[in-house]
């Protein structure tokens, strides 16, 4: 049998899967086979609202690279929140900058707080160096602002999201990191939530560790 | 947890001006009285009042359902929790012998929310029947009395005294009341055991109950349960919350962090 139609076996198991179990095995053999054919299907599993198949695929996804980007980025689910969250993930951890936009549009008008955070996340870790360099410094403003709107956020979970995405973005991005500790200063004289005020407090003693190795 | 969302957002509700929403609490038209108050409490509008009009409401006799249920005066005690109003206690406690089971509830929870310890006795009453109170009402989708809400206000509330009423419902048929129970004995007795067995109930099979599960351990702050909340198989929004639980149990002076805390931020970012 060829590679192509043992793939093409592989997503037809997936999409005749008719238990959970067979969906989550299914899924497994079809990320395990570290093909690009497979990506379309496992964009769709995001979607089947079957927390451990999401999973799955997810790390499938990511386990291909930088060939599963687009895909997810012209596949992003407008209708469904849970699969739109699980495409964010993937694309947070895949930290390809040519998701930038989209994740700032997640980070900041999308309704539902799992997208919201995991894109606030994920945009303090994008690789800044595959950009054009004449377009770094543009975009790492860009997500500092971002970030900042985020964190007015009144919902905690997205807030203390804003504050993993500052920390990445304060180590990734040099330019932002002393702007970032005064603003992680100003944020404990006014943040009220005490998980938040928190990871406020681990972030700075994170970045100080690492500036005192330096 | 009734209405409990972690994915809904604040903006899907209708605005109402703080004026309005007092206004309609005061007025005649009975669904915009019944909205007005749940606006109130969902916005944490405390003023006092606001508190004054909700405990009046506890006492209104217009709004009623077919089967004789008092709308308004659910909404009204579920809003007085949110609101932090200690003078809400007296006319919550009065609720909790109401003949509608859902504002007994809304009573009992809100009792907890609210933290006073002269909650405790009415609260026992509820119990007296022991695990009979946890009967089903024949043609009714609720028990004889709000169990749950009864046990976990005893616990928050510190109530040791009620340990031996509490006890028997432990090994109860339905999970959700024998979790309930861990979780109050947990609070009253500090036994690790209790944890341990809501910990165990994580790996249970009905995605509701692991939630009911998360949302206890949260509540009651059981920090081995750490590990064990990040794989559980639910929706990230449920495991961020119930350590959150954990957190706010391990968070001491204002600028040192415990390792307990960073153990659990770093779950917690994970889940993001």
Same mark, same amino acid.
């Given at each position: 049998m060829t590679d192509s139609a043992r793939i093409q076996e592989l997503i037809q198991a997936v999409e005749q899967a008719n238990s959970d179990e067979r969906l989550l095995e299914s899924v497994q053999a079809l990320a395990a +086979?570290? +093909?690009?054919?497979a990506i379309p299907m496992l964009i769709a599993v995001l979607g089947y609202n079957n927390p451990g198949a999401a999973v799955t695929a997810v790390e499938g996804l990511i386990a291909l690279g930088a060939s599963a980007v687009m895909p997810l980025l012209e596949q992003l689910d407008e209708y469904n929140y849970g699969a739109r969250a699980y495409s964010i993930r993937a694309l947070a951890a895949l930290a390809d900058p040519r998701a930038l936009d989209t994740l700032v549009s997640a980070a900041t008008i999308d309704f539902a707080p799992s997208v919201r955070r995991a894109a606030a996340k994920g945009l303090g870790n994008l690789h800044w160096q595959q950009l054009p360099p004449e377009e770094i410094a543009q975009a790492q403003t860009k997500v500092l602002n971002t970030l900042i709107q985020v964190?007015? $956020? +009144? $919902?905690w979970a997205i807030r203390y999201a804003a504050i993993v995405g500052l920390q990445a973005l304060a180590k990734s991005a040099t330019s932002t990191t002393e702007p970032i500790q005064n603003l992680f200063e100003q944020m404990l004289s006014s943040e009220a939530d005490p998980a938040v005020r928190s990871r406020i407090l681990m972030a700075q003693q994170r970045l100080q560790a690492e500036n005192a190795i330096v | 947890m009734a209405d409990f969302n972690p994915e809904a957002s604040n903006e899907a509700a209708p605005p109402l001006t703080v004026e309005e929403a007092i206004a309609n609490l005061h007025g005649t038209d009975l669904s915009l009285r019944y909205y007005a108050a749940w606006w109130l409490g969902k916005f944490r509008v405390s003023s006092s009042a606001v508190v004054d009009a909700l405990i009046e409401a506890l006492d209104d006799e217009a709004d009623r359902t077919e089967l004789g249920g008092y709308p308004l005066r659910r909404n009204a005690a579920r809003a007085l929790g949110k609101l932090g109003d200690q003078r809400a206690v007296p006319g919550l406690i009065r609720c909790l012998e109401c003949s509608d089971f859902y504002v007994r509830e809304a009573a009992a929870q809100s009792l907890e929310m609210l933290g006073d310890p002269a909650a405790v006795p009415a609260l026992m009453q509820l119990l007296n029947s022991g695990v009979a109170a946890a009967e089903r009402v024949p043609g009714r989708p609720h028990l004889q009395e709000p169990c749950e809400a009864v046990m976990e206000a005893l616990g928050t509330l510190h109530a040791t005294e009620a340990i031996p009423l509490i006890q028997p419902f432990l090994e109860h048929q339905t999970k959700r009341v024998q979790y309930a129970a861990m979780r109050a004995m947990y609070q009253l007795t500090g036994e690790d055991a209790y944890g341990r067995r809501l910990v165990e109930a994580l790996q249970g099979a009905d995605v509701v109950l692991r939630r009911v599960a998360l949302s206890d351990l949260g509540a009651i702050g059981y920090l081995p349960a750490a590990e064990a909340i990040a794989q559980a198989s639910t929706e990230n929004s449920f495991k961020l919350i119930a350590l959150r639980g954990l957190l706010e149990q391990q968070i001491g002076s204002d600028t040192e962090l415990s390792e307990g805390a960073i153990r659990v931020m770093n779950l917690m970012d994970a889940l993001l």
């Open positions: +086979s570290h +093909s690009e054919a964190f007015q $956020d +009144s $919902d | -």
